[in-house]
């Protein structure tokens, strides 16, 4: 059981990660600081270990159903095939290959050992590529693949890795019974998230029809329904990350989130950003919590071994490189594949930009699931007896860990700065694109409104003037801004340019009015001319306007 201080230090850390990521301008990415900080913990004395079986049910089931969320699934269908290919083909692929090359750098480890470190470093971790694309101007294709990449990849090289330790421990191995139960377990755990969430979203309906549609009740039973496909995926040996991750596919093919009302909606918006903001730096902070004990056990297990520190860094950066050639190797082995399909069904294929693929490459960073996955190795004194070289496996990963984030952090700004900007306007496109449809719908309902009001005869001639009147200012608000959607396709850059200037400044001044409404506000309730009810439900119609005008400024185009 972890301290209650401890957990109040690590909240604390966590929004000192941020505050110093301001601070420096976002020019380190924020889980590098969060690592930093957590090894300055551990060298304070702070000490929180790493249960992973805990890790694994906490942490993951919510995350994934959160990245699942986010995950467009029109997008989704249309990449599935190089999702899927990099999720399962890839993980595999790199567990087989890695493993005869770490059997080949360290001849004495038995390859069953191999084949469990390659699998526990073939994922890439789904939390940290998001903390380090967040913010960044991507191809949004890109990030759909790495997105849907991740949230499958972590259940198959965990998968790989359990068939792997149990050969290590066992000494047997049948590839045709691991393919057999490979299958099961996924698809298994797909089936299983898929009928408790279909059954969840049943009964949920039936829920909002009675009228339990208030909003905690309906935010804590989507919280726990990632933890609940989990635990019973799990409790019959099926792969719990799949079941959360076609739970929430399910439940957004169903809509049942659309079906709730507004303000569930948007408390859910809150807190599930809170969940991801204080999960995601937890489980950086514990990661580099655990790195300083394990880079201790590295130098000790090294010195046992009379084995120099420059030797075992040199063997940790070779494994590194040897994961990243393996993934350059199958991202390019995915585009040829996506190009035998074009010539063979007559469809038009663009070769992506070499610099992307290198991206994608480096992208592919492992993390806390790694970690976790290591840690799990029964230890010496254990029911099950020890894991050969536990302690080098869990040096080796923690380094390679440490590499590929450093690494990407440092490389992939580069390679976002020289990758060229097209592919990243088809979101804005039909964005605007629905825009215009919405104020279509509202301008044909405003006209057909005024022609019944014209001809309503039985009506007050004042009340169908007073109406009148107010569907005309109505109608010309939205022609004013369907006029300016109309126009922007057509714009030349300069009038665009123009134009998204003087949004930019209508939107800082309507912000710049709402900060002197609230100090008048503010100065009101200190003078005891309204009471501090009265103050709290003004603020709220101050924060929602705000909201909606910080919605609109975080839409606007940052490349013109």
């Known amino acids: 059981m972890i301290p209650a201080d401890n957990i109040l230090l690590l909240l604390l850390f966590a929004a000192a990660s941020s505050l110093l990521a301001k601070a420096l301008r976002n020019r380190i990415p924020l889980p590098l600081i969060q690592i930093v900080l957590g090894v300055a913990a551990a060298l304070l004395g702070v000490r929180i270990g790493l249960r992973p079986d805990l890790f694994m049910l906490v942490f993951l089931p919510p995350l994934l159903f959160a990245d699942a969320f986010r995950m467009p699934l029109r997008e989704f269908h249309e990449l599935r095939g190089t999702i899927f290919f990099l999720a399962f083909g890839l993980v595999v692929f790199s567990t087989i290959c890695c493993g005869y090359a770490i059997h080949w750098l360290i001849p004495t480890l038995d390859l069953p050992c191999c084949f469990a470190l390659a699998a526990a470093l073939s994922p890439t971790d789904t939390v940290a590529v998001s903390s380090l694309l967040a913010g960044k101007h991507v191809p949004e294709r890109m990030i759909h693949v790495l997105s849907g990449e991740a949230l499958f990849n972590d259940a198959s090289g965990l998968v790989c890795f359990r068939f792997a330790t149990a050969a290590a421990m066992t000494g047997e191995f049948s590839y045709r019974q691991a393919f057999d139960s490979f299958l099961l377990v996924a698809f298994g755990g797909l089936a299983i998230g898929a009928v408790i969430a279909y059954v969840s979203a049943r009964l949920n309906r039936i829920l909002l029809r009675r009228g339990f549609d208030d909003p905690p009740l309906q935010i804590t039973l989507m919280i726990l329904l990632p933890f609940v496909t989990y635990i019973v995926a799990e409790r019959v040996h099926c792969s719990g990350?799949?079941?959360?991750?076609?739970?929430?596919?399910?439940?957004?093919?169903?809509?049942?989130?659309?079906?709730?009302?507004?303000?569930?909606?948007?408390?859910?918006?809150?807190?599930?950003?809170?969940?991801?903001?204080?999960?995601?730096?937890?489980?950086?902070?514990?990661?580099?919590?655990?790195?300083?004990?394990?880079?201790?056990?590295?130098?000790?297990?090294?010195?046992?071994?009379?084995?120099?520190?420059?030797?075992?860094?040199?063997?940790?950066?070779?494994?590194?490189?040897?994961?990243?050639?393996?993934?350059?190797?199958?991202?390019?082995?995915?585009?040829?594949?996506?190009?035998?399909?074009?010539?063979?069904?007559?469809?038009?294929?663009?070769?992506?930009?070499?610099?992307?693929?290198?991206?994608?490459?480096?992208?592919?960073?492992?993390?806390?699931?790694?970690?976790?996955?290591?840690?799990?190795?029964?230890?010496?004194?254990?029911?099950?007896?020890?894991?050969?070289?536990?302690?080098?496996?869990?040096?080796?990963?923690?380094?390679?860990?440490?590499?590929?984030?450093?690494?990407?952090?440092?490389?992939?700004?580069?390679?976002?700065?020289?990758?060229?900007?097209?592919?990243?306007?088809?979101?804005?496109?039909?964005?605007?694109?629905?825009?215009?449809?919405?104020?279509?719908?509202?301008?044909?309902?405003?006209?057909?409104?005024?022609?019944?009001?014209?001809?309503?005869?039985?009506?007050?001639?004042?009340?169908?003037?007073?109406?009148?009147?107010?569907?005309?200012?109505?109608?010309?608000?939205?022609?004013?801004?369907?006029?300016?959607?109309?126009?922007?396709?057509?714009?030349?850059?300069?009038?665009?340019?123009?134009?998204?200037?003087?949004?930019?400044?209508?939107?800082?001044?309507?912000?710049?009015?709402?900060?002197?409404?609230?100090q008048t506000l503010h100065r009101l309730f200190v003078e005891r001319g309204i009471n501090d009810q009265t103050e709290w439900e003004l603020q709220q119609e101050l924060d929602f306007e705000e909201q909606l005008l910080r919605s609109r400024v975080q839409r606007l185009p940052k490349d013109i």
């Not at 900007?421 to 409104?449: C, F, P, S």
Request: proline share 3%; with cysteine.
């Open 241 to 518: 990350i799949l079941a959360s991750v076609a739970a929430c596919m399910v439940i957004k093919m169903m809509g049942m989130i659309e079906e709730t009302n507004t303000a569930t909606r948007l408390q859910a918006t809150t807190v599930w950003g809170m969940v991801n903001y204080i999960f995601n730096a937890l489980i950086f902070l514990l990661l580099g919590l655990q790195l300083p004990a394990l880079m201790r056990g590295g130098v000790q297990m090294a010195h046992e071994r009379q084995v120099s520190i420059l030797q075992l860094l040199a063997l940790i950066g070779a494994i590194y490189l040897i994961m990243t050639l393996l993934r350059f190797i199958g991202i390019w082995c995915s585009i040829l594949r996506r190009w035998l399909v074009a010539r063979w069904s007559h469809t038009p294929f663009v070769w992506p930009d070499f610099l992307g693929s290198v991206l994608l490459t480096f992208a592919g960073v492992r993390g806390a699931v790694t970690l976790a996955a290591v840690l799990s190795l029964p230890a010496f004194g254990s029911d099950m007896g020890a894991f050969p070289s536990r302690d080098l496996l869990i040096t080796i990963a923690a380094g390679v860990i440490v590499i590929s984030l450093v690494g990407a952090g440092l490389l992939m700004p580069l390679c976002i700065l020289f990758l060229p900007k097209r592919g990243m306007e088809r979101h804005a496109t039909e964005e605007n694109a629905a825009r215009q449809a919405l104020l279509h719908t509202a301008v044909t309902l405003l006209h057909d409104e005024k022609t019944r009001c014209t001809q309503d005869s039985q009506a007050e001639p004042a009340d169908n003037a007073l109406r009148i009147d107010v569907l005309d200012r109505l109608e010309q608000n939205y022609q004013n801004r369907l006029s300016q959607i109309d126009e922007a396709p057509q714009a030349s850059l300069m009038s665009r340019s123009l134009s998204l200037r003087r949004e930019r400044l209508e939107l800082a001044s309507r912000l710049l009015l709402l900060r002197a409404q609230r």
